[in-house]
């Protein structure tokens, strides 16, 4: 079945001038860029917890083919090296298949997998195959190459800066999750023509994410309610529960919006959302404090502690 996989693997994915030896060898020769910091990153996903291939109560998502399973687990990846503002060089993609069904649904993985990769310019360079009686389990990694100006790292904010983010936020349950746009280029446009201190990218929860970048930079966040660009995803999915919890609580800790929230100078701020350089909207959220922690207002109202809620692996 892996020699299958690999011959089927060896006429879909094309050369690419970055891979010396690729496919086929105990490992992948690549040119590394020789100047700039590389970025690297890895993911692993699996089935009945990132994903859901067969329809199942105990899974927070509808049923998925193999195909939006293996374009996430690699959007995934590029959106974490958007977070550093990275360009994406190269991948390896280690898959542990259920033996059922696995070959098919191995291909139907880079099936999704590869228009992402061409799109981007990134370069699949092998991985690794095993098998067993259980669920999917899909983990990428990803190389990337930093701007002239370095990465963007989430420990660089300051009190002050502005919280700025891209795109809208909610309700991804409903689908963006397995459809969503990494946001390489903004990234890497934004980071070369403005002055950003920091940044992440929000796969876990808006607020949730918010209170990790505060607290790898040392300072607090206050974030304005009544700012939050809410997406229409975010109200729907509100409409159809039944828990009572509204577009805003979706908004702020449903998760896999893979949007940005960067920290950027006031000054600098200002310049970048009267310019609206981008195709996505970008807004003012917040600020940055001194205080540390995690802080909600509306519009010009009190400030009050807001408590960073979000998707959290459990483990013990």
């Not at 903004?186 to 929000?202: C, M, N, Q, T």
């Amino acid at each position: 079945m892996e020699s299958q996989l690999i011959a089927w693997l060896r006429e879909r994915i094309p050369p690419h001038p970055r891979l010396r030896l690729g496919l086929g060898d105990d490992a992948a020769v690549f040119q590394l860029a020789r100047e700039e910091d590389c970025v690297v990153t890895v993911d692993a996903l699996m089935d009945g917890v990132d994903f859901n291939l067969v329809e199942a109560a105990s899974c927070r998502f509808p049923a998925a083919s193999p195909q939006h399973a293996g374009r996430k687990a690699l959007a995934v990846n590029l959106s974490d090296l958007a977070a550093m503002a990275a360009r994406p060089l190269l991948g390896v993609v280690a898959l542990v298949l259920p033996k059922q069904g696995g070959l098919e649904i191995a291909r139907g993985l880079y099936e999704g997998m590869l228009p992402l990769a061409e799109q981007y310019d990134l370069a699949i360079a092998g991985g690794d195959t095993n098998s067993w009686d259980h669920p999917l389990v899909v983990s990428v990694t990803l190389i990337g190459r930093a701007t002239g100006r370095g990465p963007l790292r989430r420990s660089g904010a300051q009190p002050g800066d502005r919280i700025v983010a891209t795109g809208r936020f909610g309700g991804s349950l409903l689908g963006k999750h397995f459809h969503f746009e990494p946001r390489i280029q903004e990234a890497i446009y934004l980071h070369e023509h403005f002055r950003l201190h920091a940044g992440i990218d929000v796969s876990d929860g808006l607020a949730l994410d918010l209170s990790r970048l505060a607290e790898e930079s040392g300072c607090g966040a206050v974030l304005d309610l009544s700012a939050v660009p809410i997406a229409e995803d975010a109200k729907r999915l509100a409409e159809q529960s039944a828990d009572g919890r509204t577009p805003l609580d979706h908004a702020l800790s449903d998760g896999e919006d893979f949007e940005l929230l960067l920290a950027v100078p006031p000054e600098e701020a200002e310049k970048l959302l009267a310019e609206q350089p981008l195709e996505i909207p970008l807004a003012a959220v917040g600020e940055f404090i001194a205080e540390p922690g995690l802080w909600r207002r509306e519009g010009k109202g009190p400030r009050r502690p807001l408590t960073p809620g979000g998707w959290l692996h459990d483990f013990s």
